[in-house]
């Protein structure tokens, strides 16, 4: 169901979508990189990251915190929430950890083993999130501006989900926290634990997971000849061009939104554990994402 709304601009989202992926891509690059990790590669890191996380993503920040005082919870509210934990304990482990060391190495290796805690960094993941959530933000602009839509049904399915997931996890952390307080665990391993469950549990594909089937969907529609899909009559023919291709986007938005929680839902054992390492939340994030754009460029075969 899409309903009609006054087309939103594109250009706000699009420079904050520009700016974080510019700031962004070198930060992924040295944390999943072995060779690009230069001596005091992490405090640059930092400084690029701090805008993205700052500035970019203020937006979700904004919109958290409005929804905190409702006593709400949206998929900004997860991005916001990620980000920071991911941001926050790399900013700690920097700061009074080991991280901060010259000579620091993150070799990308996809093994579960326990983390330390104080030397981990999760910069990349915390600009690749929030690069994601502004990618979404920017395909659901671009599909208003297109096609004069308001907000899909699909969209706010992430926004429902969001609405569980957040006190679900917010619970595992403060049980993850508890529970190795409990065991005799140190404040670090704990602590190192609980913050790896908020980060895992962002999923960075969710944010966009929506906003880019309806997008592609509505680009290959222009394609056929097919712009308008507002205003689709329910008696309009099943075999009809256009009932299709909206039937087409609601089946690809369901297995994106699918594709996007399942990595991170996966890894959540592991966060708890305090046996996620930046390497594997950042390949979850990875993952995640390519999974999500490889099902959305489907449709661009719907005939």
Not at 119 to 145: K, N, P, Q, W
Not at 226 to 250: F, M, N
């Amino acid at each position: 169901m899409v309903t009609q709304h006054e087309p939103a601009s594109t250009d706000a989202p699009r420079q904050r979508l520009v700016v974080s992926t510019a700031l962004s891509a070198p930060v992924v690059a040295m944390a999943m990189v072995g060779p690009h990790q230069f001596t005091h590669w992490q405090w640059i890191s930092l400084t690029l990251a701090a805008p993205v996380i700052g500035w970019a993503a203020f937006p979700f920040h904004r919109a958290a915190w409005a929804n905190l005082r409702q006593g709400t919870a949206t998929m900004d509210t997860l991005v916001s929430l990620g980000t920071l934990a991911a941001f926050g304990w790399s900013l700690y482990a920097l700061l009074f950890g080991t991280a901060g060391r010259p000579g620091l190495s993150h070799p990308f290796e996809l093994t579960v083993r326990r983390m330390s805690g104080d030397g981990d960094l999760y910069l990349g993941v915390a600009a690749g999130i929030t690069t994601c959530a502004l990618a979404g933000r920017y395909f659901e602009a671009e599909s208003r501006r297109m096609t004069g839509t308001g907000r899909w049904v699909p969209p706010d399915t992430a926004d429902r989900i969001s609405a569980v997931l957040v006190p679900s996890v917010l619970a595992l952390a403060a049980g993850t926290l508890t529970f190795w307080l409990g065991t005799g665990a140190s404040v670090t391993m704990a602590c190192t634990a609980a913050v790896a469950v908020l980060i895992v549990a962002c999923p960075c594909a969710l944010a966009a997971a929506a906003p880019a089937a309806l997008l592609t969907g509505i680009e290959r529609g222009v394609r056929l000849g097919q712009v308008s899909l507002v205003d689709v009559h329910p008696a309009e023919s099943r075999g009809d061009t256009r009932i299709r291709l909206l039937e087409r986007i609601a089946r690809t938005v369901k297995v994106n939104l699918f594709l996007a929680l399942a990595c991170n839902v996966a890894a959540l054992p592991l966060a708890a554990a305090g046996l996620l390492s930046p390497a594997l939340a950042g390949a979850a994030m990875v993952l995640s994402a390519v999974s999500v754009a490889s099902n959305t460029l489907r449709l661009r075969t719907f005939r």
